[in-house]
């Protein structure tokens, strides 16, 4: 039999690349989803989050994240409310995407009102009911923040995949 093992630096570069994401989901005391309005297109919403720097795990990423775009000192502990999936990106991003969706619970009035935005990433914040969100957001974005939401509502885990060629 002949010896077909790869080292593993050889073996990782035939596998398929992905990079990753973190966000927090937050509603306020309604139930309303908090999104924001990303600053390079303004028809994009989302959590407070991003990309996972080298070494960190996919919790650190999200609450590190949240702070920088919100000025939120999240504390809680972390709960998965949901995976994310995505194949292909339409900006040719040259690897699939996976993203860690943890619950960031509610948010008082108090801690909306301290809410200090990233001017570089994001332009506002906003509260909305799922059907408001709706006529807002592209409907692929819209359909993974109802699964959340309802992963939230649920107490379930749900995972989400995005076919942006589709």
Known sequence: MVNTWLPPAEYVATLPRATAYACLYFT???????QLRATYTTDLWQWPGGNMDPGETPW???????????????QGEPRLLG????????????ANHIGFIFDGGVLTEEQ???????????????????????????????????????????????????????
């Open 28 to 34: 306020d005391t309604d139930g309303r989803p908090f």
């Open 60 to 74: 650190q990423t999200a609450v590190r994240e949240c702070h920088e775009e919100t000025g939120i000192v999240f």
């Open 83 to 94: 995976t994310h999936f995505v194949s292909h990106r339409e900006d040719d991003w040259p």
């Open 112 to 166: 909306l009102a301290g809410v200090v935005l990233d001017p570089g990433e994001h332009s506002e914040f906003r509260l909305r009911t799922l059907a408001e969100w709706e006529r807002e957001m592209t409907p692929r974005n819209f359909a993974r923040l109802a699964e959340i939401d309802r992963a939230r509502r649920s107490g379930t885990t749900v995972y989400v995949e995005t076919h942006t060629d589709l």
